[in-house]
């Protein structure tokens, strides 16, 4: 795991200029290329740790575009996505294949000079007109995090609902009762369409079959961390008796929830747990360290990947036509952002 000594000396910033931008500390003023430098090189860090698992042969010389839901300033607000498209890049890298980004041109793409693609990997959530415009640009889509038209195209999805059962299990087995939630009622569906959010759906459902739900503790909010800490320093001074614990529907929310409980000189986790979801590198590297569910954002390029070669057949026979969908399984990393419940 990346260390902010390991971090400076690969960036050339101060460990605590590198401290503040992975906490995502409002009042530093720092260049968006210094806050992508730092975030790309934690998940570079932390991609190569694990690269020896690897050492497969390439499949074969394939053509991949990528296309992407939010440009490149829209990552730095939320890195889950930037890491999730560094992986597949660099998954390409490692494979051999020639990586094009797509170019978004109002609802279509466009690859660079013309070039002729062998498949696409597109990473979040598009229109029903950009997964048309995708499509002819290449019938072998692979949509990574999120699973539209599932009878005509490969997906690779998180199990959102066994994310939060083991965030759960890990605050009941501490002792928490009184937990709250962080997070938006809704968000765009797999094809944009306005939907319940389903980290929190699947919260509300299992804490109401364990008699626990307590809609009071619930805060509607963006997922983004200047808008969680707004909503829990409302939250805080409304009166209402506070939970033991905060699962948060993503990194940001958590981010921002530390900086109001902080700020409120409530101790973390002595007066209040916090769990988060998505865990990138950040997770372990802000104090306290986040307890996360871990997601897998580099084995969910991965599977994107060998789903788009098995298909596009580089030179040879697809392997398969049908699609498939893949749901990789999170798991929960446990750090010093949770505890017992405070009695």
């Known amino acids: 795991m990346a260390t902010l000594k390991e971090l400076a000396r690969r960036t050339g910033y101060s460990p605590a200029t590198i401290s503040r931008i992975l906490s995502g500390d409002p009042s530093l003023s720092v260049t968006a290329d210094a806050r992508r430098k730092v975030l790309e090189e934690a998940g570079r860090l932390n991609y190569s740790a694990t690269r020896s698992r690897r050492g497969r042969s390439p499949k074969g010389v394939l053509r991949v575009g990528v296309a992407e839901m939010l440009t490149p300033a829209q990552q730095l607000e939320d890195p889950y996505y930037l890491y999730l498209s560094g992986f597949v890049r660099q998954g390409c890298l490692d494979r051999k294949y020639t990586c094009l980004p797509l170019e978004a041109r109002g609802e279509g ?160 986790p002595g007066d209040l747990s916090v769990v988060s979801f998505n865990d990138t590198p950040r997770s372990a590297l802000v104090d306290p360290p986040l307890t996360s569910v871990s997601t897998h954002v580099e084995e969910m390029a991965r599977t994107a990947l060998r789903l788009l070669a098995e298909r596009a057949g580089g030179g040879r026979e697809p392997v398969r036509t049908l699609p498939l969908k893949v749901v990789v399984p999170p798991s929960l990393a446990i750090r010093g952002s949770s505890g017992p419940a405070k009695c």
């Not at 707004?230 to 958590?254: H, K, R, W, Y």
């Open 109 to 268: 793409f466009l690859p660079p000079s013309g070039e002729k693609l062998d498949g696409i990997v597109a990473i979040g959530i598009f229109s029903p007109a950009q997964i048309e415009a995708l499509a002819a640009l290449c019938p072998n889509v692979v949509f990574v995090d999120s699973s539209p038209f599932e009878s005509r195209f490969d997906s690779v999805v998180l199990g959102y609902q066994l994310g939060i059962s083991l965030a759960l299990e890990h605050l009941m087995e501490g002792g928490h009762r009184r937990i709250g939630f962080i997070g938006p009622s809704y968000k765009m569906d797999d094809r944009r369409q306005r939907a319940l959010e389903v980290r929190r759906q699947y919260f509300a459902e299992m804490m109401e079959e364990r008699g626990l739900l307590d809609t009071g503790l619930m805060l509607d909010c963006p997922m983004e961390a200047e808008a969680a800490a707004q909503a829990v320093t409302e939250f805080l001074g409304s009166g209402v008796i506070l939970p033991t614990a905060f699962l948060c529907a993503n990194e940001e929310s958590a981010l921002g929830t530390l900086r109001a409980l902080k700020e409120a000189e409530l101790s973390v």
